[in-house]
């Protein structure tokens, strides 16, 4: 079953940074409180919770997008899948969708454990954690880091190489703010950069749209491969 072979060629990264994710505030939280480097634990995890999510889930989806599609369209895999009874794209949304998977629990399992943390340490983790500013900014994470996962899996799949993959997705992720500054400085037009309002649309509305984006990106790297010579 060709889900269970996508989850089999994945599950010992998922499971690194599931670890990790579970691991890392709790941790952080109790070395703070056990050395007294500041007098409210909780404080600390709050105040690391989000840059700690994102450093977390970029990794994963750097990873887990470079890896989901080279075991699936490296020369020789892709020679022996292309020539099976199903569609090349059923092969490039699987893998994806198994991906995008393991990431959002990943990201889940590190906010479920992040405020069981700040639960511990402080009396109102729910307001806290959750109020409509930080609720943004944790939605600005997850859709920032699948727009990465989309672009590292579309591009390793297109290239058919995990490096070159991974050196493309982080080379645009990495560039785009920069080519927005330089167009914003010598034009005076503000180019919206991942995941920012685009224009006067609402947030939810741009929130949408860049979703879409991340799932344009699959879409292309489907067309390309549908095309590709085995």
């Known amino acids: 079953m060709y889900l269970w072979k996508c989850w089999r ?5 998922f499971f690194i940074f599931l670890i990790i994710a579970s691991a890392i505030m709790p941790v952080a939280a109790a070395v703070t409180e056990g050395t007294h480097l500041m007098a409210d634990p909780g404080t600390i995890a709050l105040s690391t919770m989000l840059p700690t999510m994102l450093l977390i889930l970029n990794g994963a ?9 080279i075991h699936e369209f490296s020369e020789n895999t892709a020679h022996f899948l292309f020539t099976k009874p199903r569609s090349r794209a059923y092969f490039v949304w699987i893998g994806w969708a198994v991906g995008g998977v393991e990431l959002l629990v990943v990201g889940l399992v590190n906010l479920s454990v992040g405020w069981l943390t700040l639960s511990h340490y402080s009396q109102h983790p729910h307001s806290q954690l959750f109020g409509p500013l930080k609720a943004q900014r944790f939605v600005d994470v997850f859709v920032y880091c699948f727009l990465v996962y989309s672009l590292t899996y579309a591009f390793t799949a297109v ?4 490096l070159k993959g991974l050196g493309a997705s982080m080379g645009i992720m990495f560039g785009i703010p920069g080519i927005a500054a330089a167009i914003r400085v010598r034009w005076k037009f503000k180019v919206p950069v991942p995941v920012e309002l685009i224009g006067s649309l609402p947030m939810a509305v741009s ?12 879409l292309a790297a489907q067309l390309v491969i549908e095309r590709a010579e085995i």
């Open 9 to 13: 060629d994945t599950r010992g990264f």
């Open 159 to 162: 290239l058919r190489n995990g």
């Open 207 to 218: 929130i949408l749209v860049w979703i879409s984006i991340g799932l344009l990106l699959v």
């Open 61 to 69: 989806a750097l990873g887990l997008g470079a890896i989901g599609a």
